[in-house]
């Protein structure tokens, strides 16, 4: 044995030929703070023991490394500049110390090599994988950059513009892409991977390949001449803008690092990358994406451990077909758990398999499904116009029209046909729980299931828990929600629950800016071009539907009067009684036609003006920071409340729920995280310059308590490294 520490180990093979194996305590391989100690302890051994005449880099584990520890980054990166910077160098003195051993190294790949892990390979000489692996550079999906080295060897290895195309877009490669570019040196089965590459290594070992041309090719400058290099970066730089966008900085910061550390060797290469990594790091964009991965752990984590409390479900049901029961239907078809979908009218029924059959057909032609596999996804949902069958159903979710009646009514029927063991959910998007709950006989077995539209493509489900909701009946829920595919976040009961709550006050900020004089069209720019959402909030009451938001808002207003009712005739009311219902009949703030894709396509309509003249105040021409404090303002606050009042259970799921249910912008990371960023007492003072608009504009107390403590609402997760 040449080195032993806790992740990793260095010994013998046979003569002159040596191992460092990864092995740490875990499911996992990651290059935490105290794995990149201990290779830097077994290179030091290495560099010491003159018999090694080559060395294999191999994982005990099914992938190799999955990348670096990212539950310490947001520790690292709350360090000051020169500190980060300091380490940062360090950790490339040590994978410097692998790529510059006085012998031929070869990495041996299985599964991810990802991140850290990439990194560490390319600083090998030769790279070997087996048909299972997967290797890339993700930094810049978590607004970083690589940091090892990834923007200074993967250039020299594979060509700039494949390296900036990867580097750009996070994107991994699987084993046969990695050989044709040139990422991995030989592709074999899983059980061969081991002899093949102690052949490479004894190859080596002997001169047959040459080890050293390749390491020089690493740490010399990039082989472009000016004319090349100026087409390449330019070209790079004009699609990483268009794809990427203003908010998002990690890719083009990659693409400057790369075009600026081209003419330079290997350690002058490696003090570019430092001084960009650092900036990224020091960037909000970082910290919120960072925060949302965190985040996104820890929801998995507590589905996981609902997974194992909670029964299994092996068939499901849904209540009312057409889009939004045929979403549902092919979402748990699609991950096994065939399903029976109910409705009383055929016509709605022929909707909801359409739906799932056009999904499906999507999955078809992109190639991620076969014929067989669609057919058997088809065959396991069950149409029909009775209950028959649905006795042997674990969980059934209801998704008939959004009216209290009618769906007690329904809850109520089919409750009587099911096992006293089965669940029983409402795809409510407002509808108080505990008020559906009063007419069922086992409100412990039931609950609310709230999908979001388009169910295929939205990532959260709400489940609400009512005030007689069995922590098994939530248990349960939860893991068929995460064994659909989706974020499942628990929420307590109320009107609107936790999403919808905090939508309609930011719809309400809105029509007060209208009822005070701003451009609708203006509002929609600024929130959609600055603030980053994915829909200004005109554009997106005409998808929700104005007669849906009409309605959900007077449903509002009674659980919430104080803050919710209105005393004026608002915008909605006007489109509403002039029956432009938006998408859905082609009218509503703006009109929409049909593109080439089948899909709706926005204009402004000059109509619009003179119907919203009665109730627009006379024109105001609102500052960007101006429209967007008055929009957000009112759904900060009600966020706010909701974790206060206990509706929500943490910040991290309260911001993961409006990434994923609402579209709030990823790079700001959530309604916490925002605030975080631009410091509590910062928001107090700008949201009390506003307090005259109304009650939802006050900000709740224990954001007050919060701000004047000087507290945050992450300071433990940044503080976690």
Not at 71 to 79: D, Q, R, V
Not at 161 to 175: F, H
Request: hydrophobic content about 45%; aromatic content about 8%; glycine content about 8%.
């Amino acid at each position: 044995m040449i080195y032993q520490g806790d992740t990793l180990s260095v010994r013998y093979l046979e003569d002159g030929l040596a191992e460092l194996n990864l092995d740490a305590p875990g499911s996992v391989n990651k290059f935490d703070l105290a794995t990149l100690e201990s290779l830097n302890e077994a290179l030091n051994a290495l560099s010491q023991k003159s018999d090694v005449k080559a060395l294999l880099l191999t994982s005990a584990k099914p992938a190799f490394v999955v990348g670096a520890d990212i539950t310490e980054f947001l520790g690292l990166f709350a360090k000051p500049e020169e500190e980060l910077s300091n380490w940062v160098t360090h950790a490339n003195d040590i994978f410097n110390k692998l790529e510059d051993l006085p012998f031929p190294t070869v990495s041996v790949i299985s599964g991810f090599a990802l991140g850290g892990g990439c990194e560490c390979i390319l600083a090998t000489d030769f790279r070997i994988a087996d048909s299972t692996a997967r290797i890339g550079l993700p930094e810049t999906k978590l607004g970083i950059m690589p940091g090892f080295g990834g923007t200074v060897r993967m250039p020299r290895l594979v060509g700039a513009d494949t390296a900036m195309e990867l580097i750009t877009a996070g994107k991994e490669s699987k084993a046969d892409a990695a050989l044709k570019i040139g990422l991995v040196d030989a592709v074999t089965a899983p059980d061969d991977l081991r002899d093949a590459a102690i052949a490479l290594a004894k190859q080596a070992i002997e001169g047959k390949l040459d080890w050293q041309s390749r390491r020089a090719q690493k740490k010399a400058p990039l082989q472009l001449n000016k004319i090349e290099a100026t087409m390449s970066f330019t070209m790079a730089k004009g699609m990483v803008a268009r794809v990427a966008g203003p908010h998002y900085p990690a890719p083009m910061t990659a693409v400057v690092a790369i075009e600026e550390a081209s003419r330079s060797d290997r350690d002058s290469a490696l003090l570019v990358e430092n001084k960009h990594f650092v900036k990224l790091a020091k960037n909000d964009v970082t910290q919120a994406l960072v925060g949302i991965f965190l985040n996104d752990q820890y929801l998995k984590s507590k589905a996981k451990k609902a997974a194992k409390e909670g029964k299994p479900t092996e068939r499901g049901a849904v209540l009312g077909a057409g889009i939004m029961g045929g979403g549902i239907a092919y979402q748990s078809a699609s991950k096994g758990v065939p399903v029976l979908m109910k409705d009383i009218s055929q016509a709605s029924l022929e909707t909801g398999m359409k739906e799932a059959s056009k999904l499906l057909n999507k999955q078809l032609e992109r190639g991620r499904l076969n014929g067989l596999k669609m057919a058997e996804v088809l065959a396991s949902i069950t149409p029909s116009l009775h209950y028959a069958g649905i006795e042997q159903s674990d969980v059934v979710v209801e998704a008939v029209v959004e009216n209290p009646k009618v769906k007690a009514a329904v809850l109520s029927e089919v409750e009587a046909l099911l096992p006293e063991g089965a669940v029983l959910t409402s795809n409510t998007s407002t509808i108080p729980i505990d008020l559906l709950a009063k007419s069922l006989k086992r409100p412990e077995n039931f609950c609310g299931m709230h999908f979001f539209n388009p169910v295929h493509r939205m990532p959260l489900v709400e489940v609400i828990r009512g005030k007689d909701t069995s922590e098994e009946t939530v248990a349960r829920v939860v893991a068929y929600a995460a064994k659909m595919g989706k974020s499942p976040v628990v929420v307590n009961d109320c009107p609107g629950f936790f999403v919808n709550r905090v939508l309609f006050p930011y719809f309400a900020g809105f029509s007060m800016l209208l009822r005070d004089g701003a451009d609708f069209t203006k509002v929609d720019k600024v929130m959609e071009k600055k603030f980053g959402w994915p829909m200004g909030p005109a554009y997106l009451l005409d998808v929700v539907g104005i007669d849906t938001a009409h309605h959900a808002q007077a449903v509002m207003a009674e659980g919430f009067p104080e803050r919710m009712a209105k005393s004026y005739r608002d915008a909605v009311d006007v489109m509403f009684e002039s029956e432009r219902f938006g998408q859905k009949n082609g009218v509503g703030f703006y009109k929409y036609s049909v593109d080439r894709k089948g899909k709706p396509k926005k204009d402004v309509d000059a109509d619009v003006a003179g119907l919203l003249s009665s109730v627009l105040g006379s024109a105001t021409d609102y500052s960007d920071e101006e429209i967007i404090n008055r929009m957000m303002v009112p759904m900060i606050n009600e966020v706010v409340r909701c974790l206060e009042e206990g509706i929500i259970a943490t910040p991290q799921e309260a911001d993961m729920a409006l990434v994923y249910g609402l579209g709030f912008p990823p790079f700001r990371g959530g309604v916490f995280r925002y605030l975080d960023t631009i410091g509590l007492a910062n928001y107090v003072a700008m949201a009390d310059q506003l307090a005259n608009l109304g009650p939802a504009y006050e900000v709740p107390q224990g954001l007050r308590d919060k701000a004047a403590k000087g507290e945050g609402y992450f300071d433990a997760q940044r503080q976690s490294a």
